[in-house]
């Protein structure tokens, strides 16, 4: 007892008491800050409460806890880095401090909230509208006393929504907001773009979720429609109603889209012929989830079209009609929206847009159409029904009589017949869809072959894999292989055990740091660009061709394991790697691209602070270095890189220990030397005659500090002679080469 009313007459003394403000979360008053103070440390319930308008627990997750304020106020020092609130920006808080002249030695948030005014400038993040902290505090006053006596919102007006008028050219993206804070306020990056849009929320699981975005809305373009109790059906229709865009997007809380995927599908709304239009649906592992819905003969409820598939496969229906929306992301123009009377209600959390979509078509309004170039990322499962699919399938069936058509002919488009079907069910065992059996016509190898490719990779994935050399290495090769009249996936590694590999004809792995077993049926070939120590003899059985990116290792492996490894060195892309993609005459200055961990050295770069070059760096983990002054940016795209090389002074390059040990050559060193680039590498076995003297190897960090100090042109060949070399490496060295040689093996392996 005595230790709660010392830590409440802490609070109490501390000035961060906002009385009126916890009143209205509590529907109580107190007569004091002490009251209010024993009241909060005593409520069971303390961690959806606050007593400030500006902190917010929940936003400091996973560290929040029901004594963080208290923490906050008896150790204000250990917390100065942390922002309590989404709307408080501690950079820009300290900046208006220092500007005002106050000392902030426990943390800009303490130090600002107890000197703000009501005319005080909110230190909002960076891209929010200006706020003053009275009009914000007022706004989040009201929103407490809201939330704590909400009642649902009335049903939806469809005459009247159909009635009001619409801003022209503006998007409304509608999107229940729950789980948690964190999570839900990554919406707000949909409204990056051209500024035209507005993002309508709804939903709300939580106070904290509610006031949070209530105070979002007073910088952001945000409609804010709490009703926490509504299936997602009524949380969309609710958006709706709200908007005033004349296009709607509507997004499923388990739906994760990006920016641009908004931008284009608002701009194909511009298609009168268009109803209703989807994105492709992935999985986290990089499939599809859904391009759409099948309809098996006589069945109007769908299964998810291409499930499971690499998205490749749903590349080919691009553009094209489908039989209707089956996605957790759906987009329409507001006329159509409103002549429909929107989503049925009855259909709760499943198959409302296979609804929409097909009363859309019926009533003439426009086909339902997918657009593949706009991906959205769905957690839940493709096969994983939702408690309630047995009675929204029977719905569904009672409402349409008559399947749309047209499902086996995208099937076909996409490379497949459908050769059966099986029923699926829900957990309830009653049948929810019936699901294809699918197979491919195999295409004769005595002709011009168009194989099934599969690319496997080591790469994570999620929007991380392009940060992946192996991505865009794999994708270039992909690239290069449908120029020999190939259909090609690739896969991370989380899509590598899909049952659709079945459908393939060749299976290309890129050994990186796992073992991947040869697949059964299939002509598996092995491609070791990287780690070659972990690679080990037996796991080459059941590979009809085995290649590596070293002279070296192939020859030595070939003669110590009794397997033939044929050397296949890495390449470049000559589309993205030549000359003409400098911007500007080239620079002084040296250039080097890549990240640095504690476990490792970059003996080129320290040779070029050593010598006191110009230094361009690019990557992360530099800021404990020498080198930490020289970083540019964090990251480049590999689009960019072309550039860079071509415009350098000098292109710098090392290896991975066993990489240079064993002969494996960096493929920087191809990127760059096609550029026209000098380059300075360290030394690796039988790279000498690849580059001719564009590329400098020095044995010791001693011999390239002395190359950097020199006149670059006096130890490097002119410009003419690099660009022969370039033209050369361009040739003798592109994925078009490489994909010829693999899709010659796959051929023979096949008895072609």
């Known amino acids: ?18 009385r009126e403000y916890y009143e209205a979360l509590t529907g109580r008053r107190f007569p004091n800050a002490l009251a209010a103070a024993q009241h909060f440390l005593a409520a069971p319930e303390r961690s959806e409460l606050s007593l400030h308008p500006l902190f917010e627990p929940s936003y400091l997750e996973p560290k929040a806890g029901p004594d963080l304020f208290l923490e906050f106020v008896r150790q204000p020092a250990a917390h100065k880095s942390q ?19 106050v000392a902030f030695p426990e943390g800009a948030w303490l130090a600002w909230t107890r000197t703000a005014t009501p005319t005080t400038p909110v230190p909002v993040p960076a891209g929010a509208r200006p706020v003053l902290w009275g009009e914000l505090r007022a706004a989040l006053v009201r929103a407490a006393a809201e939330w704590r006596t909400r009642t649902p919102p009335p049903a939806v007006d469809w005459d009247t929504a159909a009635g009001t008028p619409r801003q022209h050219g503006l ?11 964190s999570t839900s306020l990554r919406r707000l990056a949909l409204l990056k773009g051209d500024g035209e849009r507005e993002l309508v929320c709804t939903g709300f699981t939580s106070r904290a979720l509610f006031c949070s975005f209530t105070a979002l809305a007073q910088m952001h373009p945000l409609r804010l429609v709490p009703d926490p109790g509504a299936n997602l059906a009524t949380q969309w229709n609710l958006g709706a109603a709200a908007s005033s865009g004349e296009r709607l997007v509507f997004l499923s809380p388990n739906a994760a889209v990006q920016a641009d995927a908004i931008a284009v599908l608002a701009d194909a709304l511009a298609d009168p012929m268009v109803g209703i239009l989807q994105p492709l649906n992935e999985t986290p592992s990089m499939l599809v989830h859904s391009a759409g819905a099948y309809f098996a003969p006589g069945e109007v409820v769908p299964s998810p079209l291409l499930s499971e598939h690499p998205t490749t496969d749903a590349d080919a229906l691009g553009g094209r009609t489908i039989p209707a929306a089956y996605s957790a992301v759906v987009a329409l123009r507001s006329e159509v929206f409103f002549a429909a009377r929107g989503f049925d209600e009855r259909f709760a959390n499943d198959l409302a847009e296979v609804d929409l979509s097909l009363r859309v078509a019926a009533s003439g309004a426009g086909n ?21 699919a047995a009675a929204s399938a029977a719905l569904l069936r009672a409402g349409h009589t008559t399947a749309p058509s ?30 294809p059996e699918l197979s491919r016509p195999k295409a004769g190898v005595a002709a011009l072959p168009r194989l099934r490719w599969t690319i496997d990779t080591a790469v994570t994935a999620g929007w991380w894999a392009q940060l992946w050399g192996d991505w865009h290495f794999a994708n270039s090769l992909a690239a290069a292989l449908r120029r020999l009249g190939q259909q090609v996936a690739v896969d991370t590694k989380q899509a590598r055990g899909r049952e659709t590999r079945r459908f393939d004809d060749v299976v290309l792995t890129l050994r990186g740091l796992d073992e991947v077993p040869a697949a059964p049926g299939r002509v598996n070939l092995l491609w070791v660009i990287s780690h070659p120590d972990e690679v080990r003899p037996q796991e080459l059985t059941g590979y009809a061709g085995v290649f590596a990116a070293s002279r070296l290792w192939a020859a030595d492996r070939s003669l110590e394991w009794g397997v033939p490894v044929e050397p296949l060195l890495q390449c470049t892309d000559a589309d993205l790697f030549h000359p003409g993609r400098a911007q500007g005459p080239p620079t002084d200055h040296a250039v080097f691209v890549g990240n640095i961990r504690p476990d490792r050295t970059r003996p080129m770069v320290d040779a070029a602070v050593a010598a006191g070059v110009d230094l361009d760096l690019y990557g992360t983990g530099w800021e404990a270095t020498a080198a930490a002054a020289h970083v540019v940016s964090r990251k480049v795209a590999n689009t960019e890189l072309g550039r860079l090389y071509s415009e350098a002074g000098v292109v ?3 290896h991975w220990q066993d990489m240079r040990r064993l002969g494996f050559v960096s493929n920087r060193l191809f990127d760059a030397v096609a550029c026209g680039a000098r380059v300075l590498s360290d030394s690796v076995p039988g790279a000498e005659d690849l580059f001719g003297d564009s590329v400098q190897f020095c044995a010791n960090p001693a011999d390239a500090e002395q190359l950097l100090r020199e006149l670059f042109d006096s130890n490097w060949p002119s410009l003419s002679e690099r660009l ?6 361009r040739t003798e060295h592109s994925f078009d080469q490489r994909a010829r040689v693999l899709l010659d093996r796959a051929i023979a392996a096949l008895g072609g």
């Open 724 to 729: 022969t070399t370039a033209d050369r490496v």
């Open 652 to 654: 710098l390059n090392d």
């Open 368 to 388: 339902a159409v997918l657009v593949p170039v706009a991906r959205a990322v769905v957690q839940a499962q493709p096969k994983a029904f939702p408690a309630d």
């Open 1 to 18: 007892m005595f230790r709660s009313l010392a830590d409440a007459v802490a609070i109490a003394r501390s000035g961060l008491v906002d």
């Open 171 to 181: 998007t409304s993206i509608i999107v229940p907001i729950v789980g948690g804070l």
């Open 83 to 101: 922002s309590p609130h989404p709307c408080f920006d501690l950079k820009a808080a300290k900046r208006a401090l220092r500007a005002a002249g």
């Open 406 to 435: 047209g499902s086996a002919e995208l099937l076909q488009a996409a490379g497949f017949v459908v050769s059966g079907r099986r029923a699926l069910r829900a957990a309830s065992g009653a049948e929810y869809f019936r699901e």
